[in-house]
């Protein structure tokens, strides 16, 4: 799905799907809307079921993809069925910012037989950027639970690459959109929980 310039509904009217944070929404309740912000080299995680059903995570470190079993958990006590949902995910930075640090890496091992340091930083630097998105596709791939394939839907389009992203997601229709914009152009910051939560508003 390609990035819109602007969301067909006010956010204010979404439930707000922080870092490490997930959201569940039904057609039935007014929380149908979901929407998460500040997507960087995190991951924003989207599932749609038929029946009018969906979720949506922000994984914003390998570590915060723990989410997924309580995630599992919480769709089970709404009988809602993990296999069902359709899965998608958007974020992350644009691969090709890799390869600066990754030739580096390989100039080092080659040249730089004592400056182990140095190789250790570029190699850190070259994977932190998207970390978090290949190690949500591993846990996808292992798990027994979210199995309904994991469809990328892409990178942020601003800055060259290095831009944010928003995602809105309608659990009514299935229906969701992507929003890229400069690193700058949205400057709230909201406090990270310390473990992985369900966000105020979710169904």
Known sequence: MNDVEQFD???????????????????????????????????????????????????????????????????????????????????????????????????????GHHNWLCTLSAAMWATFFNATGVWLRIQIILSKELIGGLKSKGYSRAWLGLGKRAVLVDAKTGVFQTRSYGRMEDKARFTRPKVPMKADGSA
């Open 9 to 111: 509904v006010d956010e204010r009217d979404a439930v707000a799907v922080r870092q490490y944070q997930y959201a569940i929404g039904k057609a039935v309740t007014p929380s149908n809307w979901l929407l998460t912000k500040n997507v960087w080299s995190c991951s924003a995680l989207i599932g749609v079921a038929e029946g009018g059903s969906a979720f949506l995570c922000h994984l914003d470190t390998p570590r915060s993809v723990r989410v997924l079993s309580r995630l599992v958990s919480d769709l089970r006590e709404q009988n809602l069925d993990p296999k069902s949902f359709r899965l998608y995910v958007a974020g992350g930075i644009q691969p090709v910012w890799t390869l600066g640090p990754l030739a580096l890496v390989i100039v080092l091992a080659i040249y």
